[in-house]
């Protein structure tokens, strides 16, 4: 029952890395913002009810102007990162040859330079930081001004969260109601006579329109509007569908994702990116496989018929069973007679006569009659034993005798 159930886990593995190849579960998310994400700054649930209310909506997830030469609405709200110069150049020629534009700075991060259209959205810290830094030259004081701003405020830098936006009652005749309205930015307008103000707070205009060639622009000062968390209050979402419908339709509508998928960086994120993800999951599968080979077993259990040997000394004992069972004691002397030669010249020269029976007797402090009898009794066995096998209890008797004298020889050296 348990190979069965490690079965199932490898098979399961295997299906689920298929399945994501056809269908990737984790969605096409890259930031909590845009219009995959549930999260409370994303823009789902309010892609999902302008869908609903039957408004022909799409998502763009591969060109920041889907259809050139159409007279599509294109709605860029809150990306993270902002339109290049080139960028804004076709947006730009879009909109003079009939497309619509409806765009909302990022709540979090709000300053964007837009020359094309006339317009800058800011802070009014940053405001304050250039009159500041405009007087002081003025007064002949030499200032580098940063062309982004955002060196003015090094407190700017640190992106508030949405809980950080200042609440106050949007003026607007979109809804008949009094709204909230959540927002750190404000608009620097070459020239406000241009605008058609849709919505102010605080006196500061939020929501600004103007027709361009044969479109329309709309900007937005902040994109929490159509956060999934306003979405939650009715009179704040019909607010942000009523921005959106101030605005004329000709084509097809379409929420940019492209500033959302190229603006975040990544390091592993990008193996999971649309263009690498069939080979990382083909990678994935591979070892998957691989695991589940080398976690089962094939077939019965294969039982070898050798054991390893695992000290010299159960190798030593192996092969005297060997050589008692092929009465092969002959050999064994010789080997261990050659074995006693090699040790005499080791120790005291090439020069020294190792079939003397007394000067190995002196070496090893034996009786020379001792030691002469058993060299003799050794080669006799050795040369007999071509012809006639001595027994294996002579051949042990001698190994004995031989290997005792060896290790005198090596305890007296």
């Known amino acids: 029952m348990r190979i069965w159930r490690i079965e ?19 969605g096409s998310a890259s930031v909590k913002s845009d219009s995959y994400s549930s999260a409370f700054p994303g823009k789902r649930v309010f892609y999902q009810a302008m869908q609903r209310l039957g408004t022909d909506v799409h998502r763009s997830t591969d060109e920041l102007i889907p259809r050139p030469g159409f007279e599509d609405r294109i709605l860029i709200l809150g990306p993270a990162r902002y339109p290049s110069e080139q960028e804004w150049d076709d947006i730009f020629y ?16 709000p300053f964007v330079e837009i020359p094309q259209f006339g317009l800058t959205i800011t802070t009014q810290e940053i405001l304050e930081e250039k009159a500041k830094l405009e007087e002081l030259k003025k007064q002949g004081i030499d200032v580098e001004l940063e062309e982004d ?13 949405l809980s950080d936006l200042e609440d106050a009652v949007a003026e607007t005749e979109l809804v008949d109601h009094p709204v909230t309205w959540k927002s750190n930015a404000i608009f620097d307008l070459d020239s406000i006579d241009n605008w058609e103000v849709l919505l102010s707070s605080n006196d500061h205009p939020q929501v600004v329109r103007q027709e361009v060639g044969m479109g329309t622009v709309l ?11 306003a979405m939650v209050d009715s009179e704040r979402a019909l607010l942000a569908f009523r921005i ?18 190229s603006g975040v960086p990544k390091v592993v994120g990008i193996l999971f990116t649309p263009a690498f993800r069939p080979i990382t999951l083909q990678l994935i599968l591979i070892g998957v496989l691989f695991g589940w080979i080398g976690a089962r ?57 190792v079939d003397d029976a007394a000067a190995v007797a002196r070496q090893v402090r034996m009786e020379p009659a001792e030691v002469a009898e058993l ?29 005792f004298l060896i290790s005198r020889l090596r305890s007296d050296s």
């Open 8 to 26: 199932t886990l490898w098979i399961t593995l295997a299906f689920l890395v298929l399945l994501l190849g056809v269908w990737w579960i984790p």
């Open 94 to 109: 879009e909109v003079l040859n009939g497309a619509t534009l409806v765009f909302a700075a990022s709540a979090t991060d």
């Open 149 to 161: 701003g955002t060196e003015l405020n090094e407190s700017f830098l640190d992106a508030p969260s």
């Open 219 to 229: 900007f937005c000062a902040s994109d929490e509007i159509f956060s999934n968390g």
């Open 244 to 261: 959106v419908e101030a605005t004329p339709v000709r084509g097809e509508t379409f929420i940019d994702e492209t500033l959302n998928s």
């Open 297 to 353: 077993r094939f077939g019965p259990v294969y039982e070898s018929m050798y054991s390893r040997r695992r000290s010299i000394v159960e190798h030593a004992n192996a092969l005297g069973v060997l050589y008692f069972r092929a009465h092969a004691g002959a050999h064994s002397l010789e080997s261990m007679y050659e074995f006693l030669k090699l040790e005499l010249r080791s120790l005291y020269g090439n020069g020294f006569r």
């Open 375 to 403: 060299l003799k009794a050794v080669k006799m066995a050795i040369r007999r034993g071509d012809a006639k096998a001595i027994s294996n209890s002579e051949a042990g008797r001698l190994l004995k005798q031989l290997s």
